[in-house]
């Protein structure tokens, strides 16, 4: 298993839509609906949510700062 799919990425069918609300331009990126909420982005109830390179982008920035905040947390 590689970084990317332990993290719930996959691969996305071809004229996929992003899920975020108010979106709908082309996905590049499937992920776990749970994972993609956590990061604050607004998706629908189904297990996987699509994502354009856009919100991709920012559910990345996001996480990264999650971590971030717990690396934090646990050294403090
Ligand atoms: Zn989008």
Redesign the pocket.
């Known amino acids: 298993m590689n970084k990317l799919e332990a993290l719930g990425v996959g691969r996305i069918d071809k004229g996929a839509k992003?899920s975020?609300s108010g979106?709908g331009?082309e996905a590049v990126r499937s992920l776990s609906a749970e994972k993609v909420k956590t990061a604050g982005l607004k998706v629908g109830n189904e297990k996987r949510a699509y994502?354009?390179k856009?919100?991709y982008k920012e559910f990345k920035k996001k996480t990264k700062k999650d971590k971030q905040i717990e690396k934090w947390r646990y050294s403090a």
């Open positions: 992003c975020v979106c331009r994502l354009c856009e919100h």
